[in-house]
C-alpha cells in the first residue's frame, strides 16, 4: 500500500497471506507486504472551505473495482480525520493546532467490502501538524508590581521578566522573542534578550516621586516586521532609604503645667520632621541640658515621631516657677552612605512655666502604720496625723475618717490635732487588719480635701481557750483490748502566740479515775485516747461520754472542757465498724430460704390487698345513674325581667328535672321570656332515680344523691351558682331568701320557720331536715 506524494518513502514489510492457484493448492511461496506508508505533515489553522486533504491510503490489491473497503481509527478518527473506504483518501474536517495536539496516531485497515475479512494487517500511521506563527508572545503573570531603592545606582536591576511564545521554537523564528521598552524612559530600561529591567537614571529622589508606570512589549520573529507582539505593565516603587536629617518644627517650645500636676503628666510634645518614611523617620529625644533636666523627663510616643514631655519630680510654684530644657531629636536607623550632608539629629529650646493652683493640705506621709493590742481599752491614743497647708495662706486644717473605710465605726479622730483613737472593742480573731482612710480638709476651702491610708494592725492577746477539732465521736470495738487505741484528738486555737501554740490534754476530775478510758499527751499537740479494759459488749452499755479538759501555754492560761462521745460497735477483722446499735444483735445474721420464701409471700398478699382495694374504690365512685349516658343536670336560665315572687309561677317547670327527653308543658308557660340555654342536664332516666313513687320524692333522691356524691369526689369541680336578685318578689311570705349575709354569724342556721312559709316550701322543709318523711333513704 503506498502513500500520497506528501509522504516520504517507507519500509515495505513481507506480507503474511501466500497466494493460491486455480486448482486450490497452495503455493509455497513468499510475497511481498502490500502496505507502504510514512507520516503525513499537514500545516495547523487551515482556513480553506473545502476539507484538508492529508494523503491517500492505497492496497496492492485494490484493483480499482470497489471491492476492498478502507478504514481508519485512532486518535480523532470519525471527527477531525474522515477516510474515504473506497479510494483511501484522507481529510481533515477540523480546523488543527498545533498548540493544541500536535501529533495523531492512527490506524489503518483494508477489507474485504462483501466478506468483511481483513486484506492486510492492520498497520499504524502519524500525522504531525506542522506551526505557523499564530501566536504572540504574552507576559502570564502581568501586571507586574516591582520596588527599588531611592538613590539607586544606574543598572541596578528592578526586576526579570519573561514572556511565553506557544509555537513551536524548534521552527522558524516563530517563538524567538525580543524585548523593548515602549513607556518608562529615561528613568529604567530594559534588556532586549534577557528582559531584566535595570534602573537607568541615578538618584531618583522617592520625596521627588516614588510611583512609576513602565510599559514592556515582546515580539517574535526576532523583533521583525512582520512578528506578533505582546505588552506587559510594571508598576514600580522607590523604596525609602534614610537620606534626609529630622529638623525641629519650631526652635523655641513654650508650655505649662500646673504645679499640681502628678508625676507622670504630659506637658506638651515635640517634633523632629523628618521627610523619610517608615523606620527611617523614628526618633529619639533626650534632654541634653537646662535647669529641668532632673525635674522634667522625655520619652517617644509609640509611634516614633513625637517626643512627649512628662513631669518627673513634683511641682513647686512658691519654689520655682519655669524651667528651660533643651532637647535633641536622632534618627535611630541613621544610614551611613547618606551622612554626607551632616548628622541626622537636630536640637530645640523648650521654655516650661509652673502655673500656681491652689492645693490641698499635705500630709508629713504617705501614708501611716500603727499597732494596738486587741484587748486596748476605749479611747486608747494609737497614733497622729499630720497635715499642713502647702500654699503661702497656710490655712487651718481639720481631720476626719472617710466613713467608708470604718463602716463600723471602731476608731475616732480628734478634729483639731489628727489624733486616732479607739471608739470599740477590737477583736483581732474577727479582724486583724483595719484600714481606714484619714481626710485633711482646708477650713477657708472645703473642696480642697486630702486623704492618707493609716493601716492599723491589731495585735493577738491569748483570750480565746482551745478545743477539740472534728473529731468529737468516735468508738470502741467489742473486741478491742486494753491499751487500744481509740481515737487520736487534736485542739484548735483561733489565737496566734509568737512562739507557736502548744497545747495539753488531760481528762477532767471527774472523769479521771474511770475504769475505761485514759488519755496520753503525746506532748505534740495531740493525745491518745486509749481502753482500760477489754471485753466490751453493747448489751452492757453502748455509749460512753468523756469529758476531756485542754488547755494553752500562754499567759494568761486558757482552757475548756470538750466531751468525746464513744460507742460501742461490732467490728469486722480489720477494725472497721459494722453496727453500733444494740438491737442489731436480737435480728440473725443470715436468712433461710423458707424465711425468704414466706416474706415474699407476705409481700405479695399486701399488695393483692391493696390492688383489691383501689378496685373497690374505684367502683363506690361510679354514678348512681344506670343510664348508659352520663347527665348533668344543671339548667342556667337567663330573664331580662325581675321575679314575681309568689306571683310568678310559671317560669320554669320542675318536671324537666324528671326527665329532661320528655319536657311536658303543664299547665300554662310564660311566653314573654325564654332561657337562653334550655338544659345542660345529662339525661339520667326516672327508673334509675331512688326514691319514693312520686315526682316530688324522686326529686328529692336525686338531688341528695348528687350531693353527696360531689362531696365524696375530691375530683369532681364545683357546680354551685350565684343569682342575685334586686329585689324581692311581691307578696312573698319567704321575704329575702339572700344568702349573701348570712356569713355575718357563725350560729348554725334554723330552718323551722320553713313549715310556716306554706306548701310551696314543703320541698325545701324537707331537704333541710325539719319535716319527717316515710320515703325510703337513698342508700
Known amino acids: ?68 473497503r478502507y478504514i481508519l481509527t485512532g486518535e480523532g478518527a470519525g471527527t477531525t480525520f474522515t477516510i474515504d473506504d473506497s479510494t483511501g483518501d484522507i481529510h481533515a474536517i477540523q480546523r488543527l493546532d498545533r498548540e493544541v495536539k500536535s501529533l495523531y496516531v492512527l490506524r489503518a485497515q483494508a477489507r474485504n467490502r462483501l466478506t468483511d475479512m481483513p486484506l492486510e494487517p492492520e498497520s499504524e500511521l502519524f500525522v504531525k501538524i506542522q506551526d505557523i506563527n499564530d501566536n504572540e508572545p504574552k507576559f502570564l503573570d502581568g501586571p507586574y508590581q516591582a520596588t527599588v531603592p531611592e538613590m539607586s545606582k544606574v543598572g541596578t536591576p528592578v526586576i526579570q521578566l519573561t514572556a511565553t511564545d506557544a509555537d513551536d521554537p524548534t521552527y522558524g523564528n516563530s517563538a524567538r522573542v525580543v524585548y523593548s521598552i515602549l513607556e518608562g524612559q529615561p528613568y529604567f530600561s530594559v534588556d532586549a534578550k534577557t528582559g531584566m529591567v535595570r534602573v537607568s537614571l541615578a538618584d531618583m529622589d522617592r520625596e521627588t516621586r516614588e510611583n512609576y508606570t513602565v510599559v514592556i512589549q515582546a515580539k517574535d520573529m526576532g523583533g521583525q516586521l512582520g512578528g506578533l507582539a505582546g505588552t506587559t505593565t510594571i508598576n514600580i516603587t522607590l523604596s525609602d532609604v534614610n537620606d534626609n536629617a529630622p529638623v525641629f518644627e519650631k526652635r523655641l517650645y513654650q508650655m505649662s503645667v500646673l504645679e499640681s500636676a502628678p508625676m507622670g503628666s504630659v506637658v506638651g510634645r515635640i517634633w523632629a520632621k523628618d521627610r523619610d518614611v517608615g523606620v527611617n523617620a523614628d526618633m529619639k529625644y533626650r534632654i541634653i541640658d537646662g535647669d529641668g533636666r532632673d525635674t522634667f523627663d522625655i520619652s517617644t510616643d509609640p509611634t516614633n515621631r513625637f517626643g ?62 500603727t499597732e494596738l493590742p486587741e484587748d486596748a481599752e476605749i479611747g486608747t491614743v494609737m497614733g497622729t496625723v499630720t497635715a499642713r497647708d502647702p500654699d503661702a495662706a497656710n490655712n487651718t486644717v481639720r481631720y476626719s475618717i472617710e466613713k467608708t473605710s470604718d463602716p463600723d465605726k471602731f476608731f475616732y479622730i480628734e478634729l483639731t490635732s489628727g489624733s486616732l483613737m479607739t471608739m470599740r472593742s477590737l477583736d483581732r480573731e474577727e479582724i486583724s487588719w483595719h484600714n481606714i482612710t484619714v481626710l485633711a480638709m482646708e477650713m477657708n476651702n472645703p473642696s480642697q480635701i486630702s486623704s492618707v491610708s493609716v493601716a492599723v494592725k491589731v495585735l493577738d492577746v491569748n483570750d480565746n481557750p482551745p478545743s477539740l477539732t472534728h473529731y468529737l465521736e468516735t468508738y470502741v470495738c467489742e473486741n478491742a483490748k486494753a491499751g487500744q487505741l481509740v481515737e487520736t484528738v487534736t485542739a484548735v486555737d483561733p489565737d496566734e502566740p509568737p512562739a507557736g501554740q502548744h497545747f495539753h490534754y488531760s481528762l477532767a476530775p471527774e472523769a479521771a479515775n474511770n475504769p ?264
Open 1 to 68: 500500500m503506498s502513500k500520497s506524494k506528501d509522504s516520504r518513502k517507507g519500509v515495505e514489510l513481507p506480507g503474511d497471506t501466500p497466494p493460491t492457484n486455480p486448482g486450490g493448492s497452495a503455493l509455497l511461496q513468499r510475497v511481498k507486504r502490500g502496505w507502504v506508508w510514512n507520516q503525513f505533515f499537514v500545516l495547523e489553522e487551515y482556513t480553506g472551505l473545502e476539507p484538508q486533504y492529508i494523503g491517500k491510503l492505497h492496497s496492492d490489491m485494490d484493483k480499482g473495482d470497489g471491492s476492498i
Open 308 to 369: 512627649i514631655i512628662m513631669v518627673k519630680k513634683l511641682l513647686d510654684f512658691e519654689k520655682k516657677p519655669s524651667y528651660t530644657l533643651k532637647v535633641e531629636g536622632v534618627n535611630t536607623h541613621p544610614d551611613l552612605t547618606f551622612q554626607n550632608p551632616g548628622p541626622f539629629k537636630d536640637v530645640t529650646i523648650v521654655h516650661v512655666s509652673v502655673e500656681d493652683v491652689d492645693e490641698p493640705p499635705l500630709f508629713d506621709s504617705a501614708a501611716y502604720y
Open 516 to 779: 475505761n478510758f485514759t488519755l496520753r499527751d503525746n506532748q505534740d499537740n495531740t493525745a491518745w485516747i486509749l481502753t482500760r479494759r477489754s471485753s466490751w459488749s453493747q448489751k452492757d452499755q453502748t455509749v460512753f461520754y468523756l469529758p476531756i479538759l485542754i488547755s494553752d501555754d500562754e499567759q494568761p492560761v486558757q482552757t475548756s472542757t470538750s466531751t468525746l462521745t464513744v460507742r460501742v460497735c461490732s467490728c469486722d477483722h480489720e477494725g472497721n465498724a459494722m453496727s453500733c446499735n444494740a438491737e442489731a444483735y436480737s435480728l440473725p445474721t443470715s436468712l433461710s430460704r423458707g424465711a425468704l420464701i414466706a416474706i415474699l409471700a407476705c409481700i405479695f398478699v399486701l399488695l393483692v390487698m391493696i390492688l383489691l382495694m383501689l378496685s373497690l374504690r374505684s367502683h363506690w365512685k361510679k354514678p348512681y345513674l344506670c343510664d348508659e349516658e352520663e347527665n348533668i343536670h344543671e339548667n342556667i336560665v337567663r330573664y331580662d325581667d325581675e321575679g314575681g315572687g309568689e306571683e310568678d309561677t310559671e317560669a320554669f317547670d320542675i318536671a324537666a328535672m324528671w326527665n329532661p327527653r320528655e319536657v311536658h308543658h303543664r299547665g300554662k308557660t310564660r311566653q314573654d321570656m325564654l332561657p337562653e340555654i334550655e338544659s345542660l342536664s345529662r339525661y339520667v332516666p326516672q327508673a334509675c332515680v331512688v326514691g319514693g313513687g312520686r315526682g316530688d320524692g324522686n326529686v328529692h333522691g336525686y338531688v341528695l344523691a348528687k350531693l353527696l356524691e360531689a362531696d365524696g369526689d375530691p375530683c369532681a369541680p364545683p357546680y354551685d351558682s350565684l343569682q342575685t336578685y334586686a329585689y324581692e318578689g311581691d307578696g312573698s311570705i319567704a321575704e329575702s331568701l339572700s344568702s349573701l349575709q348570712s356569713g355575718n354569724s357563725n350560729a348554725d342556721h334554723e330552718y323551722d320557720y320553713l313549715n310556716d312559709w306554706g306548701p310551696r316550701f314543703k320541698k325545701l322543709a324537707e331537704m333541710y331536715g325539719v319535716v319527717e318523711t316515710s320515703s325510703p333513704p337513698v342508700w
